[in-house]
């Protein structure tokens, strides 16, 4: 990504203010130089993968070479299979990454579905005091992707979050790159209704990139939207409990992932469309009379109709699941945030974003023909 420290110019106020102090680049944050303000402070990298053997070993490999070996910033690495039906966690396990089943974790619990719920289910596995989320599809990953998240968090206290910006480009099927044309559902989707609804949000170059990290205390303390409404959620939802100031970006350069179908993303898309709705429902900034329809009816070239359901489902925040580990845990923030004095295990576990939407686990890829 170029240019990332000269645009305030051209932003609302609110964020040029924000956006330089709080932007910075992989390359100001050597993994060496972190490791004294690392201390005892833990690592959990968390990469949620389905059917990702193409890329998921390569990725656990250079962590565990970089960034345990070399340098011991990460503590653990966990792959979260997401329902794989191929040889993910396989490879992940020979690459020396602990794999644990999305469904496998928390089993008590009603099973939902999609990324969202792996990184719950992820932090749920994981025990370190931060937190780093990448995807596992990525086809250009370097350590730096994960040592620049840490380094705001590890030398910072009043950051409390970090999301990765980068240059994303469009690879076409034969394999040429278009610069910067990469990112269709947050260019046509995500970034309009952040610049609409939370315009103090607006500086993030990548809102939907999977690449971010945590405090854990931050993470546990907020709901997880689940499918690919994740990432629009915890930043609008992050944005009302730890603020703005807490929250930084860095550069992490290039992003070369796999690229889904514009039908695919036609679904992303509502799912990232029905996760802002329930925000601004629920910050009292709509009322409306009935919940919005879940439906998406797609048409193919041939004419053939697909009717997806886009619906998302929510997982509570982590700390009133597991409020007994949450009080067990030394705490690395000054004010955690407070936990029931039981495990609420008998709670709902899936709440239907308010105003009551079905809460359905939907599987983007699940299709059902209606013509
Ligand atoms: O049910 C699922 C679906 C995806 N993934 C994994 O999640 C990551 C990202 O999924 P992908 O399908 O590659 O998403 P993108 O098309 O790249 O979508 C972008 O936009 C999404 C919505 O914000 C984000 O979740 C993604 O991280 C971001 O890369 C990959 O490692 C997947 O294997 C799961 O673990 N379970
Ligand atoms: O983040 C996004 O907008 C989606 O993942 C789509 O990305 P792509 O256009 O690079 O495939």
Redesign the pocket.
């Known amino acids: 990504m170029d240019g990332h420290s000269h645009p305030s110019r051209r932003l609302p106020a609110l964020v040029g203010d924000w956006f330089g102090p709080h932007t910075s680049a992989a390359a100001d944050w050597p993994p060496h130089t972190l490791l004294p303000a690392k201390g005892a402070t833990t690592v959990s990298v968390v990469?949620?993968?389905?059917?990702?053997q193409e890329?998921?070993g390569g990725i656990v490999a250079a962590i565990r070479r970089d960034l345990v070996e070399d340098v011991p910033l990460v503590d653990e690495i966990i792959v979260?299979?997401?329902?794989?039906t191929d040889a993910?966690a396989v490879r992940a396990t020979e690459a020396g990454a602990r794999v644990v089943s999305?469904d496998d974790v928390l089993p008590g619990l009603p099973s939902l579905?999609?990324?969202?719920?792996?990184?719950w289910k992820g932090l749920a596995a994981s025990t370190g005091d931060i937190v780093v989320y990448?995807?596992?599809?990525?086809r250009n990953f370097g350590s730096h992707f994960i040592s620049g998240l840490l380094g705001p968090l590890l030398t910072q206290p009043h950051v409390h979050f970090v999301k990765g910006a980068y240059e994303r480009p469009l690879t076409g099927p034969d394999g040429v790159a278009q610069r910067g044309a990469g990112?269709r559902?947050?260019e046509l989707v995500?970034r309009p209704m952040l610049n609409l609804y939370w315009p103090e949000l607006a500086g993030f170059v990548q809102?939907?990139?999977?690449?971010y990290a945590a405090r854990r205390e931050v993470l546990e303390a907020v709901p997880f939207v689940t499918?690919?409404?994740?990432?629009?959620g915890l930043l609008v939802d992050l944005l009302q409990h730890i603020g703005l100031d807490a929250m930084a970006q860095v550069d992490l350069g290039c992003r070369e992932?796999?690229?889904?179908s514009t039908a695919?993303?036609g679904r992303?898309a509502g799912?990232?469309m029905l996760t802002a709705w329930s925000r601004l429902e629920r910050q009292g900034r709509i009322v409306a009379s009935e919940p919005p329809a879940t439906g998406l009816l797609q048409f193919d070239a041939d004419g053939n109709t697909t009717l997806s359901d886009v619906g998302v489902a929510e997982r509570p925040p982590l700390a009133s699941v597991l409020g007994a580990r949450a009080t067990a845990r030394p705490p690395a923030m000054s004010s955690p945030p407070p936990v029931p004095a039981e495990p609420s295990v008998t709670s709902p576990m899936v709440l239907p974003l308010a105003p009551p939407m079905p809460a359905l686990p939907a599987?983007?890829s699940a299709t059902e023909e209606v013509a």
Do not use: C, N, W
């Open positions: 990469l949620p993968a389905r059917d990702e890329t998921v979260v299979d997401s329902r794989s993910t999305q579905s999609g990324k969202g719920e792996a990184l990448a995807d596992s599809d990525l990112g559902v947050t995500a809102p939907l990139g999977g690449e499918e690919y409404g994740v990432e629009f992932h796999s690229h889904q695919a993303l992303m799912q990232i599987v983007p």
